[in-house]
């Protein structure tokens, strides 16, 4: 029963990976979805699970197919971690990829042609999709999903999966593998549930797209001014808030991104919980939000996230930050106090923003 539930387990979140493809067209879903296909097939190919669904085949016939499925798997699990990182074209990754896919399918070849014990052939294989696992783990972790998330399940789960598949050389024939067996599903059924919460995801357009502010990149030092754009905001539904005060007093019609370190519980629907380090995560979630319509970025927390990342790489993420809403047609606006930096701080930030007078 054990069996059947894994195979279940893997082919639902292909499922879900599938979804989230076809809904948002991210192209790293796209290998993902694969390698997880490819996942839900080695499965397949097991001999007790094909046993669990009326099959008897030879076993050791199976053994190179679930090898070289390995292979295929870990290679696209890499594939996946390199285009998050937007390294897929670089010439280093494409000789990377080129010599795992020789050497990986040329280990195989050579002992299934000798005969060699099955242990021997899934060595390798086994030990590299556990690498992969890993890799495609932290990188979800740091570039796409976050910590403070359901969805962070999924690449825990990967991971510890990863961390079984890398003891296979030393505990396929011990006793500690049936155990293994059963982490192991514990692990998938992690991965299921953070997939789901990572597919169904939605970010909701703006009521309007028409608001009374001009299109560009500004700052406001004034609190009246910045109530005045978040008052025009609420009643539009349009915009998105990242602030270290999110607002009291009801649901905000506009997504608001709660910059803290504190806090693990949102105070309304619409408020998400972000850290102050991971300024590549927001920098992703506020883009989907203008890919979906919304044409107004507030930025009411600049001074914390220099203080927690330094200035540099916070200022580096307000060029990010401006750019992909300028591209999209938007408006920028920084609320921030000019006194509360170094005068050579506060002249990068001015050359890169005008002052706004609503």
Same mark, same amino acid.
């Given at each position: 029963?054990?069996e059947?539930?894994?195979?279940i387990?893997?082919?639902?979140?292909?499922g879900?990976?599938l979804?989230r493809?076809?809904?948002?067209?991210?192209k790293?879903m796209?290998f993902?979805s694969?390698?997880?296909?490819?996942d839900?097939?080695?499965a397949?190919?097991?001999?007790?699970?094909?046993?669990?669904?009326?099959?008897n085949p030879e076993?050791?016939?199976?053994?190179p197919?679930?090898?070289l499925?390995?292979?295929?798997q870990?290679v696209?699990?890499?594939?996946?971690?390199?285009?998050?990182?937007?390294?897929l074209?670089s010439?280093?990754?494409?000789? +990377?990829l080129?010599?795992i896919?020789?050497?990986?399918?040329?280990?195989?070849?050579i002992t299934?042609?000798?005969s +060699?014990?099955?242990?021997?052939?899934m060595a390798?294989?086994?030990s590299?999709?556990?690498?992969?696992?890993?890799t495609l783990s932290?990188?979800l972790?740091e570039?796409?999903?976050g910590?403070?998330? &359901?969805?962070?399940?999924?690449?825990?789960?990967?991971?510890?999966l990863?961390v079984i598949n890398?003891t296979?050389p030393?505990?396929?024939?011990t006793?500690l593998?049936?155990y293994?067996?059963?982490?192991g599903?514990?692990f998938?059924t992690?991965?299921?549930?953070?997939?789901a919460?990572?597919?169904l995801?939605?970010?909701?357009?703006?009521k309007?797209?028409?608001?009374?502010?001009?299109k560009?990149?500004?700052?406001v030092?004034?609190?009246?001014?910045?109530?005045a754009i978040l008052q025009?905001?609420?009643?539009a539904g349009?915009?998105?808030l990242?602030?270290?005060?999110?607002?009291?007093?009801?649901?905000p019609t506009?997504?608001v991104?709660?910059?803290t370190?504190?806090?693990s519980?949102?105070?309304?629907?619409?408020v998400?919980?972000i850290?102050?380090?991971?300024?590549g995560?927001l920098?992703?979630?506020?883009?989907?939000?203008?890919?979906m319509?919304?044409?107004i970025v507030?930025?009411?927390?600049?001074?914390?996230?220099a203080?927690?990342?330094?200035f540099e790489r916070?200022?580096?993420?307000?060029?990010s930050?401006k750019?992909?809403?300028?591209n999209?047609g938007?408006?920028l606006?920084v609320?921030?106090d000019?006194?509360?930096? +170094?005068?050579?701080q506060?002249?990068? &930030?001015e050359?890169?923003l005008?002052?706004?007078?609503?």
């Amino acid at each position: 029963m054990l069996e059947i539930l894994n195979v279940i387990m893997r082919l639902f979140t292909w499922g879900f990976a599938l979804y989230r493809w076809v809904r948002k067209q991210e192209k790293f879903m796209l290998f993902l979805s694969l390698a997880l296909w490819i996942d839900v097939l080695a499965a397949l190919a097991q001999g007790p699970i094909l046993e669990e669904l009326g099959v008897n085949p030879e076993v050791t016939a199976l053994m190179p197919l679930m090898a070289l499925l390995a292979v295929i798997q870990g290679v696209l699990l890499l594939v996946t971690s390199l285009a998050i990182l937007e390294r897929l074209e670089s010439l280093r990754a494409q000789v +990377l990829l080129t010599a795992i896919v020789a050497g990986g399918s040329t280990y195989v070849l050579i002992t299934t042609i000798y005969s +060699l014990s099955p242990s021997v052939l899934m060595a390798f294989p086994v030990s590299f999709v556990g690498l992969s696992l890993m890799t495609l783990s932290y990188v979800l972790i740091e570039r796409s999903i976050g910590i403070k998330n &359901i969805a962070v399940l999924f690449p825990l789960g990967a991971f510890l999966l990863g961390v079984i598949n890398l003891t296979y050389p030393v505990t396929i024939n011990t006793s500690l593998s049936s155990y293994f067996y059963g982490a192991g599903a514990l692990f998938r059924t992690m991965m299921l549930i953070g997939m789901a919460k990572y597919a169904l995801f939605q970010v909701t357009p703006p009521k309007t797209t028409v608001v009374n502010i001009p299109k560009g990149a500004f700052y406001v030092d004034n609190p009246r001014h910045l109530q005045a754009i978040l008052q025009k905001m609420e009643s539009a539904g349009n915009g998105v808030l990242i602030t270290r005060s999110p607002p009291k007093g009801g649901t905000p019609t506009f997504p608001v991104f709660w910059v803290t370190n504190v806090s693990s519980s949102a105070p309304s629907e619409n408020v998400t919980i972000i850290p102050p380090t991971d300024m590549g995560i927001l920098v992703d979630l506020v883009k989907r939000h203008l890919e979906m319509g919304h044409s107004i970025v507030v930025l009411d927390c600049f001074e914390y996230l220099a203080l927690e990342n330094g200035f540099e790489r916070a200022f580096k993420f307000l060029l990010s930050l401006k750019d992909h809403v300028l591209n999209a047609g938007g408006t920028l606006i920084v609320a921030t106090d000019p006194s509360t930096y +170094l005068e050579k701080q506060w002249r990068l &930030i001015e050359k890169e923003l005008g002052g706004l007078e609503v």
